[in-house]
């Protein structure tokens, strides 16, 4: 908001309302808007989304707010949803000077008290790596202090983004607000949260700005799920709003809306054949099965549950190995009204969706270790992260890898320089054989004699043909509908189905930039 913009505020009596995209424009991740709304004499600024930028870790360590903003100028922040592109730069404004409150949904506030402490984990632990590296690797230069850099000696040292600590006190600015309850957070600024069907916890934030004739409502998607999403309940049809801006991950494809519980038992009993021959050292196969802990574990623990009840899988022992899922399916325990019928009637019946007749919790880090001992019998192993580029899971594929008997199975999106994408690979679905010959594991060449199997059917974002859908549901036609959150391909691709599907005015902001609304 430029001084000549307050000035004809003060002289119109007109109130302003401005638009600032600073994050996935033209980008998948990232996501963080500035609205900025004058009113007389009164500024309110808020964010809608903090998110961090996954594709590029250097982005946020900039500043990513306009020139002239601090975290400190900002009133509020609202958080759509727990993904840490979405919510996971909080510790750093927190850090940074924001003061006020972050208002999201109860289940994403239960999950960001493990998520963003995590993430300060991950970017202590990622910042530690690369020092020893340049410890090891530069030669004696002058270090120059840059951000996120300090010299020690004459070797840069990288400080992290945010810490552990940093993240733990982000927590106590969590304010939470539940779906389809209408909150003023700011005179004449109001919010209601509506089910986007995406995870657990995931709002479409409907803002309303201004009063009378000036009255503006602003429609943010955050990511929103399909139709016909496991588990939870349907994204909630919105009816109105002046603008809206909606995410473009799929905005080119269509999702295989195929059964997805023949594929999985196909894989399973396939893996279960290969796991009962015994390896001389490795003793029986293991079914390792990388899963993002959030959402994606859940669902594969619930198919896994409902497969073995039916007698369409062999009833196996399974272990979760992750503490960070253990923690997330509690927290997905607690919201029983968050799912479709099929699973409220599982709850109703006092059957626990998310656990299978052997399953093991495996808290422990010895726990995780004595897995790697020879198996009498076939066993699966459900572990984060989903692409397999750290955590407990990548010391079973170093250890199981080799052994013919094993079997990976991949259940979501491989991104770029994984060791998830590396063993998909070019693999086409139910071809096990058309894997590397050898991967490398912490600086080791490891042999990959084990099936690596790669299941696509379980993406929590709506296809361009359920964004179409859901945009029907507005019973007037939007000024313009923003699209966000997307690949150039998607980008186009969902411009086009707006345009062609619905006429609408269709706007791809390009990064930082600003929409008087
Ligand atoms: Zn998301």
Known sequence: MTKQEQKRVARTGQPLLKLHVLGAAGAVTGSLNLFEY???DRVTRFLVDVGLTVEDERADFMNRLPVGIKPSDIDFIIISHAHIDHSGYLPKLVKDGFKGPAYLTPASSDLLQFMLPDSGFLQEEAVKRANARNRKNLPATEGGASDGVKARGNVPQRQPLYTQEHAKQSLQHLRTIPYNERRELAPNVAVTFTDAGHILGSAVVNLEIGSGSSKRTF??????GRYDMPLLSELESVRSADYVMVESTYGNKLHNRR?????????????????LEKHPKFGCGVIMIPAFAVGRAQVIMHDLRQLMAEG???????????????RSTEVHRKYRDAYNPLMRALFDAEVDPFTTPEQTLCHDWKESVALLEPQSKPIIIIGSSGMASGGRIVQHL??????????????????TGTLGQTLVGGLREGNPDARPTSVRISGKDVRVNAAIEFMPDYSAHADYGDTIRWLRGFQRRPRSIFLVH?????????????????????????????FVL
């Open 38 to 40: 004058i009113e007389r």
């Open 398 to 415: 170093q250890h199981r890898l080799p052994a013919r008997q094993s079997t990976v199975v991949f259940v979501g999106y491989q991104g």
């Open 486 to 514: 997307g690949d150039t391909d998607a980008l186009e691709g969902l411009e086009g189905h707006i345009k062609n599907s619905l006429g609408w005015n269709v706007v791809v902001p390009k990064a930082k930039q600003e």
């Open 312 to 326: 369409r899988i062999p009833q196996m022992p399974v272990f979760i190995d992750s503490p960070m899922t253990i």
């Open 219 to 224: 429609c943010f998607s955050g990511n929103i």
């Open 259 to 275: 059964d997805r519980f023949p594929v999985l038992a196909d894989i399973i009993n396939r893996a279960h054949v290969r796991a």
